[in-house]
């Protein structure tokens, strides 16, 4: 199905929910300012529902309003968001039952970073970006050029096999097969990997003294729900207030470590960076290692226990004196 | 890795209040010699311990971190020992990856009937720490 033909469906999906009260909120995408961004719509009004869009920028994960939202609401949810919203199900910050999710088969989402760099132009310059299965269309000075999708895609798209949500309520089209590269989308975790426990630190050590500890990577973040976070804690003071790189570490280790088994690796956190550091191999990594030592993939199962909640008398115990 | 001469390592310890600070008590009231290289703080359980603790632990130049409860099965709280084993391993693995030695995380069961594996706990993460050399990590010197 078109993009098109999705939107109208959701156009029309969305009025009726609107419509009928059988929510009180919608939130979907619009389009952005920028070009080809889109941006979080939220309303009530049914006439703002034409105003919905379903493209390859689509990228914000929607799911983190959803505990904010007074009523109930009718989300557009790709398969990472769908995810989070299990995930959020699982921590009983919503019920399923206030929600109604609009799925999105999403076949990945293009990185406008990666198009930049592909053509050596900003965003600006470029006229047109269309994809049709496993190609990209760029229009560039009125000449249309071909990329593989694969060229193109957000390293945490490369990674996602099931273009289906997790859970929906109402499907916006079929599902196509997902164009992967699983080797792409973990490319930087092996490089890390392959060096030493000493240039792992170095290398972090450099990424995050650019940090700034702005917390769009918090606060971007499903899985970061706590109404008090540990960073404005002052008493006992976690962490010093001046962005030294030794405290944006600690509060990046000590974030990722709290979200695990919640994380859907939707690749957000690393999106929303203003200083481009690569949150992506931290994060999916945990997400690895979850599921490494507890066979646990976060948000895919809406009544199992949360992960850190949960145990088995036997797992993991190795390293125990 | 630079090591000061009569360098030793400082090591913290989180001692679940039920099990095995009970142990600590007891490795001393017998007269037990063990390391003093060891900061005990007594929470009420080893599923009190956030991953944080470990992090903000290293963070202020803790060479080690131990984190001690009851036996699986034993908890005073019935799953707080199993709910730390989890974050643990999460802590442990992570922190490995990020480029911080292993050996600087540890996680033992003593009850508070052993006071003699206590010192022995310590004594050899001790020496697991000597071997490791300094945290300097989170110094700038690095």
Redesign the interface.
Known sequence: MEDREREQKLHHEAKTLLEQGQVDYIIGYETGSLKFTTTPLITKDEDDTDRLVVNPFIVNNLSVYLPEVRGKAGIVAKRCDSRSIVSLIQDNKIAREDIVIMGIPCPGLIDLKKVELLLGKDRDELDNITREGDKVMITVDGRERDFPTTEVLFDNCLGCEFPAPQEYDVLLGEPSLSITDKVASRARIKE??AVS?????????EEFSRCIRCYACRNVCPACFCQRC?VEETEPL?LMPMPRW??N??FQ??R???V?GRCTDCGECERVCPMNIPLRS?TR??YE??DE??QYQAGMDKSAPP???????T???D??? | MKQEEGWEPKLLGFLCRWCSYAGADLAGISRKKYPANIKIIKVPCSGRVDPLFIIKALRLGFDGVLVSGCYPGDCHYQTGNYRAQRRIAITKKFLEYIGVEPQRIQASWVSASEGGKFTEVVSEVTKELKEVGPNQSFTDGR
């Open positions: 890390l990997e426990q000493g240039k792992r630190w170095n290398f972090w050590r540990f976690w030794q405290d570490l600690m280790l000590a990722n470590i709290h695990a931290l990594k945990m290692l979850v030592l507890f992960l850190l909640t949960a145990y088995e008398p797992e993991a115990e390293f125990i004196r």
